[in-house]
């Protein structure tokens, strides 16, 4: 998506593809629709939606040219499979700042469509799985788990995928291998980690499909900026669903899917030992 001159696999990346892959794998996630929804709260929550829409719609004056392009899209959406992609660019972060609104210790942020459970398992130091010469500059990413109450968490486990440098995520673009730049790395008895990888690209939503079409329909960007995704969790403390960002880097000012916070841009230094780059991050879990 970055750089298509590069060795990238012939076949690219399609909206329709990684949108089937990311609907496919929330659906392992056993979600059933409204199944068992407290029937009062389905009422209000629908109600003031459909009421918001219908305020819009006399306000700006709508046309039946636009309620058709709109129904047209939004049957397009579904027939693509882009509604997690939709949904968690565009409505995700407002659910994970309610969500996360009570919690202390470090900030989460949105999941985004495309984490896969039981990545490989790692040592407290490690490399995350990565192709023979992966392209990318080397990031060695290291710290330390404690509890809000300062004390270390040993075993606590840190999940980590992200994109490659070319802005593609394992199990959502041809090629790759499966685990490629994904892990599940178990902290040492001092809740230490040390993890090496790359630094993943910027990362472009398909822009071939009906999310694609809205955003040059409404002369927006498509980008998000380069991050690493994690979920830190350890026995008796409330997991962080969380990203981070890299300081200075493209589109951490703009992010499409609103995710950035202050709290979660990395501003690595040259690495001691040997080539790339370097950071120090440290979580807090908050107890359950
Ligand atoms: C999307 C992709 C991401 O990598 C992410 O972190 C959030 C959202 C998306 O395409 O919807
Ligand atoms: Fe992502």
Redesign the pocket.
Known sequence: MTDLSTDRPAEQATAAA?GAA?TERFRTKGHTGAAGADTARVDTLVSELLAATHDIIRRHKLTYAEYDALKAWLIQVGEDGEW??????WV?HVVEEVAGENREGSKGT?????YVPGAPSLPAEATLPMRDGEEGTPLLFQGQVTCVDGTPLPGAVIEMWH?DNDGY?SQFAPGLPEWNLRGTVVADAQGHFKVRTIEPAP?Q??TDGS?GRLISAAGWHAW?PA?L?LKVSAPGHQLVTT?LYFKGGSHVADDI?R?VKPELILDPGPAADGGGREVTYDFVLDKV
């Open positions: 990684s990311a997690p992609l939709f949904l968690d660019v995700e949105i999941e985004g469509p495309y994109a995520y990362y939503i398909p999310c998000r991050h995704h990203q899917a995710a």
